[in-house]
Nanobody, 121 residues
Framework: VQLQASGGGLVQAGGSLRLSCAAS????????MGWFRQTPGKEREFVAG???????YYPDSVKGRFTISRDNGKNTVYLQMNSLKAEDTAVYYC????????????????WGQGTLVTVSS
């Protein structure tokens, strides 16, 4: 499975961005899909996850601001990010795994290359 993340960029605080993650290869709509983010010197942080039946999970840090969704027909997962804050600045990664629910990086099998989100204050 190959994952291609896109949609990052520079946005002002309070603004919005939508990230996309396109899957190719031996894709499966049953994969649990997740988004993580990482800043220099820190571990990769889970920000959203979605099951094949679109059950979602968010940590408190983004709950109410970020929305994950998936289009299984297009093999694509999205991350809508609203009310962005400077502390949301990071490289964002999408990932796919075979767990029923996965919130840790080591639970995922496949990773995209990352897309940079910069929020200016």
């Amino acid at each position: 499975v190959q994952l291609q993340a896109s949609g990052g960029g520079l946005v002002q605080a309070g603004g919005s961005l939508r990230l996309s993650c396109a899957a190719s290869g031996r894709t499966s709509s049953s994969y649990y899909m997740g988004w993580f983010r990482q800043t220099p010197g820190k571990e990769r942080e889970f920000v959203a996850g979605i099951s094949w039946i679109s059950s979602t999970y968010y940590p408190d840090s983004v709950k109410g601001r970020f929305t994950i969704s998936r289009d299984n027909g297009k093999n694509t997962v999205y991350l809508q990010m609203n009310s962005l804050k400077a502390e949301d600045t990071a490289v964002y990664y999408c990932a796919a795994g075979s767990m029923v629910v996965a919130t840790r990086a080591d639970e995922y099998d496949y990773w995209g290359q990352g897309t940079l989100v910069t929020v200016s204050s």
